[in-house]
């Protein structure tokens, strides 16, 4: 189709969707784009959705306007939560997702849902009829219409009169044929066209995964855009891609361009950070939120606090991670103390969200309107900095807006529910304006409009092209062949997936098809839709593979030399002589600038308060020191040694948290049983201290040290035991090049008693195991291999390993080791900058 002429410019163009109107929008003002023209009458160009609305609200009966689609959505919520068969159910919103596409496939085929009967074996079929009679009756007892029985009712009683061209729509419904129809027996010019072919090329390529698909897609675009400017290019990629690889991928490749770039899957409100931090606020109110979401809450940017709270805050909740309150909900860790803390160290905050929460009053349920302003009146009181940008300022009080017209459909509901509604308003994405031109990024080929300059389409592998059947799943499969309904059988996806290819073909001058060698985990293969297409040349490929990231902006490098150490305390004790043996870059991060990465949450005892336990508990079981003789009589005391040291750990969340402390206690109490048991295996002692703590001065530093036991042996030598809760810990790492343990060595070179064995106990079932070097059977089991056979001598190879460590530390060593990349890993890679360091080192880039 050419552009329309003056003498039809007020002819309204219809075309499918809101993307296909922005395509079309261009591809009529072609001319005046690529030419000095800087403004120009365009005709008046509709999606389908939207010229169907303008034609209801200037022939509506009664009922007024039709449901939006969230309020069609919550209806079918309430219909299919209401049903007989919702306890079936493992959730309402997906069987309630199928039950409204399914109406509205009955309305696009014109079936008359009166007349429909499900066969004894369709019990789905049968529940989704049911939904249906009460989803009418819910319609017609409030007077509302559904957008599915737009057409219908237009057809009925429409009266209009000049040009209606219907663009590039491929295949028409039967129901709105029918309204078409009725709209030329009335008088209506309606013109079916269909956009320009274009006699181009097509190329496949087989690339490595998904990762270079979408480099060698934006490198390609670039290319394009370097050569031809006012170019338009579609990069067509699987909607499983993440938005940020596509965002890395096009700053990389585009540079500055990459501004201009458009996802038409678009963007959800939820993912911007200021509003997701209000619903983050909000869902403190109720009452099962996580411990999460106040963490959240606390080290948020987006509410109005004093300077000087900022960090109590981040310290607040850095502590709580580490303790058993934060396994409890929000509510129940404010009650167990949670509140006073606040209070004592953020008295700013803890007034806020006090006050905040006193805003919501005592209604348990209320209207989403009355909500919203409940809502509004908390975040307020919290202090909550709305976003900046006004675009996304009038998108929240849209979803506000639109959160209040559900109050005639849900009625009064909970807290939870209405939040619930507002996060399913917040997650519909919003596609972004399409630029004029530069790269648009779309999610299927159907997408691809007129006007393109080139194509490239990716993820073409045999399992993707031709398009799995994908009926709906309420619907019997009798019904869906025989009206042809879309993607019923897999004859009718590969058909529809051949004609959609054909018409991308024919769409662009260039087009090329591009598929993952590897995916996952698992070979692929090409669609055979292009097994036969020829393949891109070696020459533009390769040009591909070796196109350069761009710089986006100039950066310069500094050596940045650490200083030595100011001083002799080290904070990090003996575990940071293990950090710098293992990675120095990593002990200086930790141990010199305090840099801690946040405890992670998660659910049941962490390794880190499981140790604390067990150490606890070892300690008062031998408290008075024992004798291997009274070993025997202590099993009596293992109960009340294991209540005490968990009531402690536990604090005011036992009750909250009883089951978890019924299954440690009885985990805790067979460890200590089994060590009770096992040491009377061992050769005879008697324990000289438990959990000694003192200073050591080993070069420059001086470090606090702490041994978890001492035992006196037979032959007046002492025993260094170390405690380990891990199940495969070992004393392995005593005896490398490199000192990755540096506790029990540094206190045997330190002890003024003779040594005469070093060992860890690993308190683990399902046995004791000792680990280390001993003589004489002092321990059950054989001294590890690598050790000296002579203490003294293993002694002074530990001293010479700490004495080096220390030097190493305190002049300021910071690097990093190829075997121990790890270690820089994680949360420290933005400090060590270790991928990149990597890549030097292993020769992939010359400088960075």
């Avoid at 009664?62 to 299919?80: C, F, I």
């Avoid at 396994?327 to 803390?341: C, I, M, T």
């Avoid at 690993?762 to 000296?788: M, T, V």
């Amino acid at each position: 189709m050419e552009a329309p002429s003056a003498s039809n410019r007020r002819s309204t163009i219809v075309v499918a969707n809101a993307l296909a109107a922005a395509q079309w929008e261009m591809h009529v003002a072609t001319e005046q784009i690529r030419g000095s023209t800087s403004a120009w009458e365009t005709p008046p160009i509709r999606s389908y959705a939207a010229w169907i609305d303008e034609l209801w609200l200037e022939h509506a009966d009664e009922r007024g306007s039709a449901l939006t689609p969230n309020q069609s959505s919550a209806l079918w919520r309430r219909v299919v939560g209401d049903s007989a068969n919702s306890t079936e159910l493992i959730g309402h919103a997906g069987a309630a997702e199928w039950a409204a596409d399914a109406w509205q496939l009955l309305h696009r085929f014109r079936l008359d849902l009166a007349a429909q009967r499900a066969a004894a074996n369709e019990i789905d079929y049968r529940a989704f009829l049911s939904w249906c009679r009460r989803y009418r009756e819910w319609l017609d007892a409030n007077g509302w219409i559904d957008r599915a029985e737009l057409e219908a009712a237009l057809a009925e009683r429409i009266a209009t009169s000049g040009t209606i061209v219907v663009a590039d729509f491929g295949e028409i419904d039967p129901a709105r044929a029918e309204l078409f129809a009725q709209l030329a027996a009335r008088g209506t010019a309606v013109e079916r066209v269909s956009a320009p072919t274009v006699a181009g090329v097509r190329r496949a390529v087989r690339l490595a995964d998904a990762a270079d698909e979408i480099r060698a897609a934006f490198a390609w675009a670039k290319q394009h855009l370097d050569s031809q400017p006012l170019s338009r290019i579609a990069l067509v990629l699987p909607r499983s891609t993440r938005h940020d690889d596509v965002e890395r991928a096009a700053a990389g490749q585009l540079g500055e361009r990459a501004a201009k770039l458009c996802w038409n899957e678009g963007t959800m409100l939820s993912a911007n950070s200021a509003l997701g931090a209000a619903l983050d606020a909000l869902r403190l109110a109720s009452g099962d939120t996580p411990y999460a979401t106040f963490g959240r809450w606390l080290r948020s940017p987006f509410f109005a606090i004093p300077p000087e709270e900022r960090f109590a805050r981040a310290r607040i909740d850095a502590e709580l991670r580490a303790e058993l309150r934060s396994q409890l909900s929000f509510q129940a860790a404010y009650r167990s103390g949670v509140k006073e803390l606040l209070a004592e160290r953020a008295p700013h905050s803890a007034q806020a969200l006090a006050s905040a929460l006193s805003t919501l009053g005592s209604p348990r349920h209320a209207t989403p309107t009355r909500w919203a302003g409940v809502w509004a009146r908390f975040l307020e009181t919290l202090g909550w900095q709305p976003p900046a940008t006004r675009t996304t300022l009038q998108g929240w009080q849209s979803c506000l807006e639109e959160l209040g017209r559900l109050t005639p459909i849900v009625g009064e509901i909970s807290l939870h529910a209405a939040l619930s509604e507002l996060t399913r308003i917040l997650e519909r994405t919003r596609p972004d304006t399409l630029p004029v031109r530069g790269v648009h990024v779309l999610g299927h080929i159907d997408d691809v409009g007129p006007g393109y300059d080139a194509v490239w389409v990716a993820g073409f592998t045999d399992s993707a092209w031709p398009e799995p059947a994908h009926g709906n799943p309420l619907l019997p499969l009798r019904l869906q062949r025989a009206h042809a309904m879309p993607y019923c059988s897999p004859r009718d996806a590969e058909e529809r997936s051949a004609r959609a290819l054909e018409r991308l073909v024919h769409r662009s001058a260039e087009l090329v098809v591009s598929w993952p060698a590897r995916l996952y985990d698992y070979e692929t293969e090409p669609s055979p839709a292009i097994r036969t297409w020829p393949t891109l040349e070696p020459h533009v490929l390769e040009a591909l593979k070796t196109t350069r990231a761009i710089t986006a902006t100039a950066r310069e490098t500094l050596a940045d030399v650490a200083p030595p150490l100011v001083g002799t305390r080290v904070a990090g004790g003996t575990a940071m002589l293990g950090r710098q043996a293992r990675c120095p870059l990593r002990a200086f991060c930790q141990d010199r600038l305090g840099a801690r990465p946040l405890e992670p949450l998660r659910y049941g005892i962490s390794p880190r308060l499981r140790g604390i336990a067990m150490h606890g508990a070892a300690e008062r079981l031998l408290e008075d020191l024992p004798t291997q003789a009274t070993f025997a009589s202590k099993a009596d005391g293992v109960a009340a040694t294991v209540e005490r040291t968990l009531d402690r750990l536990f604090g005011r969340t036992r009750g909250y948290l009883a089951p978890l402390y019924e299954l440690e206690a009885e985990q805790l109490q067979r460890v200590l049983r089994a060590l009770l048991r096992d040491e009377q295996r061992r050769s005879p002692f008697r324990v000289r201290a438990v959990e000694q703590r003192g200073t050591v001065v080993l070069g420059a530093l001086t470090l606090n040290v702490r041994i978890d036991r001492i035992d006196e042996l037979a032959d007046g030598t002492i025993a260094i035991v170390d405690y380990k809760t891990n199940e495969r810990a070992t004393s392995a790492e005593w005896f490398g090049a490199r000192l990755r343990d540096a506790q029990v060595p540094l206190y045997a070179t330190q002890s003024a008693d003779a040594v005469g064995a070093a060992v860890v106990t690993r308190l683990a079932l399902p046995e004791i195991r000792y680990s280390g070097f001993w003589s004489d059977a002092a321990f059950p089991g054989r001294p590890n291999k690598y050790a000296h056979p002579e203490a003294r001598a293993q002694i002074d190879i530990w001293r010479t390993q700490l004495e080096q460590l220390a030097a190493e530390f305190a002049a300021g060593d910071t690097r990093i080791f190829v075997t121990d990349f790890e270690d820089a890993a994680g949360a420290y890679s933005p400090l060590t900058r270790v991928f990149e360091q990597l890549a030097l080192a292993r020769g992939a880039v010359a400088q960075w």
